[in-house]
């Protein structure tokens, strides 16, 4: 069979006033991602599959979050809130291209899965001209009930509006709903506004289907999948969802998580094989940890990279940039940012690394600081393969440490120091007399010590 094409419509126009935010709503983030990343990344990006997305006027800021996520989507702007149908049509342009399924789906549901999505459009192929996406919930209270008799879905009754009998029902209304295109704005056109709001509501789309002797049929979901976020106490709910769907992800990846509950992930963390996770580890956007890893206790880790059997505190923080080589250490209380740590290199204790790339096997030891800012600009600090730095050593960039080179403890290091050669301590009188870096040839020097 030919496979459907499809058109994804994401209403993303909220203003998310409960929130008490300047953030647009759909940009909150669960996992480390905005709500409306969530839903995009659930929607159909495959052949023959379209996307658009309906946003507040004055919204430029969830343009750009949509054009960074799914290029291929087009925006559309509902300059009136008149309803979720209303919505709906703001993108008719799109709808009207005649795709043969289309999704109504909404920017503040981040637990919505791809296979829901595809679980919707399943009816439509066989027949369905609506297929609403429901839930069993354990409070119903304030949702709208789906009615349904003989397996058809009838009517969706509005707490308001229902019945005693009606307002027994558990099955819920989740908002999403699947069309056939062919039938979609036929359907949707013909919703009123005869309701005391005077809004065009998309529910009215099931008493149109029937009323056309037409099918709409329900997909059942669980609760937590649907959760719509609207206060900072529902996005703190989703955050602990997200959370436990991805610690769950990874421990059946084979990742060990010691204390699981302790630990927060990102949506898009990538791990290798036989890596360990300790107790309150928190790890953010863009990180990947490769095969073998240990993740210590106490560490925050965002847009890194760790490589294989690499150790990672306790108490470090790797910040944006930073990538760090096989088998390299990062120790206690020590941070990285925009830095490049080749294979075997050590940095035990307490030092800051920024703005730098170290080569392989050097040894950085206890107190070091590359000094990267000058006040006006970040500058770069070159330290080249088999390096030792001593204690307590300031290292102010731009400079390039050589090959081999010994830094005493305690130095600051104002030039470049080359390959072989050993910097002695420059003292504070020196550095305010513009004295020169002292230093002398090592390569009868021996062995070097391991560990700073």
């Known amino acids: 069979m030919t496979a459907r094409s499809s058109l994804t419509v994401v209403l993303a126009a909220g203003e998310g006033t409960r929130m008490r935010s300047s953030l647009p709503k759909v940009l909150q983030l669960v996992a480390g991602q905005s709500l409306l990343a969530h839903v995009l990344n659930a929607a159909d990006a495959g052949a023959g599959s379209q996307l658009a997305v309906v946003i507040g006027p004055n919204h430029e ?81 304030g949702y709208g009930r789906l009615v349904v008799e003989a397996g058809r879905l009838v009517a969706i009754r509005e707490q308001a509006d229902a019945s005693a009998d009606e307002r027994k029902i558990t099955l819920c209304n989740a908002g999403v709903m699947a069309f056939d295109g062919s039938k979609a704005l036929a359907i949707i056109d013909k919703i009123g506004k005869s309701n005391a709001k005077r809004e065009y509501y998309l529910t009215d789309a099931v008493g149109i289907v029937r009323d056309l002797g037409l099918e709409a049929v329900v997909i059942e979901t669980s609760e937590d999948e649907v959760r ?111 830095a490049v740590l080749e294979a075997g290199v050590k940095v035990n204790h307490l030092s800051y690394v920024g703005d730098a790339h170290v080569g392989a096997n050097s040894n950085l030891g206890a107190g070091t600081i590359t000094c990267n800012y000058d006040g006006f600009s970040k500058h770069k600090t070159l330290i080249g393969e088999g390096a030792f730095i001593g204690t307590n050593s300031s290292l102010v960039a731009p400079i390039r440490i050589g090959n081999g080179a010994y830094i005493g403890s305690g130095s600051v290091i104002t030039r470049d120091v080359p390959d072989d050669a050993m910097a002695v301590e420059r003292s504070p009188q020196s550095i305010r007399e513009g004295g020169a870096t002292k230093y002398r040839e090592l390569k009868t020097r021996g062995k070097k010590p391991k560990e700073g």
Do not use: C, W
Not at 299 to 307: P, Q, Y
């Open 228 to 338: 719509g976020i609207n206060t900072k106490a529902q996005l703190a709910e989703a955050e602990a969802v997200m959370q436990a769907r991805l610690r769950k992800q990874a421990l059946e990846a084979g990742v060990t998580l010691i204390a699981p509950e302790t630990v927060h992930l990102a949506a898009d963390t990538k791990f290798g094989k036989d890596v360990t996770i300790e107790p309150f580890v928190v790890i953010g956007p863009g990180v990947s940890i490769d095969d073998g890893a240990v993740i210590h206790s106490f560490s925050h880790i965002v847009e890194a990279r760790v490589g294989k059997k690499v150790s990672v505190g306790p108490y470090a923080r790797l910040r944006p940039g930073t990538s760090l080589g096989d088998g390299s250490k990062i120790g206690n209380f020590v941070e990285t940012k925009a």
């Open 61 to 141: 800021a969830v343009a750009a979050e949509v054009r960074r996520l799914r290029p291929d989507a087009k925006t559309f702007v509902q300059r009136e809130r008149l309803g979720t149908a209303h919505a709906v049509l703001a993108a008719r342009e799109a709808i009207a291209r005649g795709a043969d399924d289309l999704l109504v789906a909404f920017g503040d549901t981040p637990l919505i899965s791809a296979a829901t999505f595809a679980r919707m459009r399943a009816p439509l192929r066989d027949g369905a001209a609506l297929a609403v996406l429901g839930f069993h919930a354990a409070d119903p209270t």
